[in-house]
Every structure is written in C-alpha cells, then in structure tokens.
C-alpha cells in the first residue's frame, strides 16, 4: 500500500504543519498567558471575553451548585479509577490481537465523521452540546465558588477538539481544596447528568412510540440465487420461525440450521415489508461452500445448510429493549463474554450499538419498526432523527465525562489527581515542606499523563509489534 495511502503518515503530516504554526505563532510573539493566544500542552487556546455574564447569572444559585459539584467530585474519582482500568485492560487485550483486528488511526479521535463510528451529523450535534455545557459549567462552579473567570474559548490541536472556561489562577490558588475539586469536577459531573437526562427522553420516546414490527431475526441482506431468494426474503425482513421453531435471535436460526442439511426444504417464517404482514413459505436451503470459504465449527462450510441471508447481530425487539431500558429489558438470549447479570449485559450493549452498525435508526434497519403513541404525528422518519439524536447525545456526553475523569494533563481528572495525591502527603508527612510536596505531585502528575498516553497509544500500535 503506499505510503499516502496510510492514515498513520496523514496523521503525522498534520501534527507536524500543526507544530509549524504554533512555532510561527509564538516566533511572532502572539501567544502568550495574557493575550487572546496561549497553549496549554500541546493544545491551543484561542480566548473570548463573551459569556461571563451569563455565567454569573446562574452561579447566584450556590448553595445547589456546590452541591453539584461534591456529588461531581465522588463520581469524577470513580469514572477516573474506572477509565484508567479499561485503558489498561485495553493495552493488555491489544497486546493479543493480530494487527489485522487493531483499531483504525481514525478511531483514536472522537471526531464526528473522521470517526467511523460517529456520524458527522448527531456525533457534531452531540458533541456540541456536551463539550460546550461541560465547560460552562466549570465557570458556574468557579464564580459559585467566588473563583474569577477571566476568559472563555475554544482549544486546537490541528482541529477545534473543545471549549474551555479559563479560571484566574491566583483566586485557584488561593481556594480551598474541596472549592478547587468541586470546578475540576463540574464539567464531568454535567456530562453525566447530561447523559442521564438525555437517556431518559429517549427512554420515554422509544417505548411509547418505537415498536418493533415482530420478533425475530433482522435481515440485513440476501444473497442472490440462494433459497432465501428463490422464496422472496429481502432485506429488512424479518424472519420470525425456521421449520416450526420461533428464531428470537440468529442462535435461534443457526441452531435450526445445523439440524438441517444442504438441499432439504423447510417452512420458513417471516414478517414481510413488501406484504406489511407475517408470511411463510416452503424455502429449499443450499450449501454454505456456494456463499461461504470459511469452516464453522467441526462442520465444513460444505456440510453446513445455508438459508441465504445475512443477519444484523440483534433482534430488532432487542434494540428496541435496549435503546428504551438496557437495565431490564429482555435481551432473549443475547449474552457478552464474561457471563454479565441481564442489567449490565443491556447496559454494555446500549453503548456499544455503534459497533453493531444498527445506528442510525434508519434505513433498511429503520424498516423494522412502526410507530404510534403521541409522537405518530411527526411520522416515523420525524420519529427516528428524534431517536438518533438523542443516543448520540447521552453517548458523547457519557464518554466525554469518563474520558474527562483521566488523570493526565489537560484533563479535568489531573486536577483532581494533584489535589488528591497532596492532601494525600500532607496527611501522611506534615512536615513536609509545601514546596516538596509540590514537586512530588507535580512529577508523578506528569509520570502518569504519560502512561494515559502510552496506554491510549498501545492499542493502536500494540497488535503491530
């Protein structure tokens, strides 16, 4: 492949031109901490004065907003003990994996469209409204804390990557521990709520309002000339029973299959888009050599019968479930790895749906679904922009909050991870001096942004190595 083919060598040559500029910049004496152009890191900071006042409008309320932010600090330290966790496990997994499997050098940015798994549309729209409510929330927090806010703005790193809300560090020095953690914490503590609030709009639009058409297996496509075919399946059908037996997930299909045998004829159910209705109809079956090059299981791809379809990996009722209650909703045989209770298997799945490529709702998976209830008036495609919108908006805001809880500079954990680690030494050494004490926090405060990096780093060029 050449070279400019790689998105590795792309991404090199943007850091680089990205580096040119902030060395002209600062050669031409436009940045700096007092002017509308600084860095923080490597990130660049361009800053507003707009926004202040509203800001200090809402912070009147203080007595709720510092109550915001204590609950905030107990769940930052939480997502940051969580987060740090998953990277690690990420690295070690990464380590084990072919470098066909290993993540795109996409994938690494969080960035609608880029992004394989974000679509540009909702990812933007979401990503908007989390990044920019995260940061307002800080200075809420720091003016309910009688902590200036001298500036607001957007951060660079070869592309807007966010907004930030810049404090006076003189008045966060002077404050309080608890005053401190409780901004730090703010901008998580909002994704969350965010996130929850979100979820539970989405909650209430998908169960009174998103219906699936039946329950069965989804399908995503049909291979011309196989049996499936011949009987007139098609995409976004859903196929409800195999040779008597209800097929509630593709397990359900598979196992009907492996009981049967190339060229048998079966009944085959299935609710049809075309007819709008539930149908069956005798379907002779083929072999999977004609579709398939790979071996299943101790039976050969020729051995094995084949219906002719491709399914999508969750029953539309499934998605449905989880999109409206991954806590309780009936997943029908659906498990992950690792034997999770029902609860947190629907929780994991709710955000991993991206991956599943049922999202957007829309298309041929939006076909699976009628709607009713109040929102009937807009109509189903009014309905499912309501839908996405709303995933997308509790998942960012949800992985921008635990993200944000990391330890490493410039994120918001690495501030509560300073504040930690000191109060931490000055409990257990007194006497230690205020200097030392900084010296220590802010070298292992360093010593682990970088193992954040090189964990982030490791499971994209881990499998290569």
Request: charged share 10%; hydrophobic share 50%.
């Amino acid at each position: 492949m050449p070279f400019w083919n790689n998105g590795y060598f792309w991404l090199a040559v943007a850091l680089f031109l990205y580096g040119l500029i902030v060395y002209a910049l600062w050669r031409a004496g436009k940045l700096g901490r007092d002017k509308p152009l600084s860095l923080l890191g490597p990130l660049l900071m361009v800053k507003t004065l707009r926004g202040r006042q509203l800001i200090e409008r809402v912070a009147r309320f203080r007595r709720g907003w510092n109550l915001f932010g204590d609950v905030g600090i107990v769940l930052a330290f939480a997502g940051m003990i969580s987060m740090f966790a998953l990277l690690v496990y990420g690295a070690v997994r990464a380590s084990s994996i072919p470098a066909s499997q290993a993540p795109s050098p996409a994938s690494a940015l969080s960035i609608p469209g880029l992004n394989p798994l974000l679509p540009l549309g909702y990812g933007l729209l979401a990503l908007v409204v989390g990044v920019v409510l995260h940061e307002l929330s800080h200075g809420v927090l720091a003016r309910a804390n009688g902590i200036r806010v001298k500036s607001l703005g957007v951060l660079f790193l070869v592309i807007p990557l966010g907004a930030f809300v810049e404090q006076d560090e003189e008045d966060m020095t002077a404050a309080t521990r608890r005053r401190r953690d409780r901004v730090a914490a703010a901008g998580v503590m909002s994704n969350f709520v965010l996130a929850v609030i979100f979820f539970l709009v989405l909650s209430a639009v998908v169960t009174t309002s998103v219906h699936p058409k039946a329950s069965g297996v989804g399908i995503a496509a049909v291979f011309p000339g196989s049996g499936a075919a011949n009987a007139t399946l098609a995409a976004g059908d859903i196929v409800v029973s195999f040779n008597g037996s209800a097929t509630p997930n593709a397990s359900a299909l598979v196992a009907g299959l492996a009981h049967a045998r190339p060229g048998q004829t079966v009944t085959v159910g299935w609710y049809s888009q075309a007819t709008q209705g539930l149908t069956s109809a005798p379907v002779t079956l083929g072999a999977a050599t004609a579709y398939l090059s790979s071996e299943r299981g101790n039976r050969t791809a020729e051995a094995q019968a084949f219906l002719g379809i491709s399914e999508y990996p969750l029953p539309p009722q499934v998605l449905a479930g989880v999109l409206g209650n991954p806590f309780t909703s009936d997943l029908q045989g659906i498990s992950l790895r690792g034997g999770f209770p029902s609860g947190l298997t629907g929780s994991l799945l709710f955000l991993a749906l991206p991956g599943t490529q049922m999202l957007p709702l829309d298309g041929t998976v939006g076909q699976f679904y009628s709607v009713s209830g109040p929102l009937a008036v807009v109509g189903a495609p009014g309905v499912f922009v309501v839908v996405n919108a709303l995933y997308w908006l509790v998942w960012i805001n949800f992985l921008l909050g635990i993200f944000n809880a990391l330890p490493a500079v410039p994120l918001d954990g690495s501030f509560l991870f300073r504040d930690i680690v000191g109060g931490t030494l000055k409990r257990a050494r007194p006497k230690m001096a205020q200097g030392r004490v900084d010296a220590l926090v802010g070298g292992l405060s360093v010593l682990i942004s970088f193992t954040v990096l090189l964990l982030i780093l490791w499971e994209f060029l881990g499998p290569y190595l």
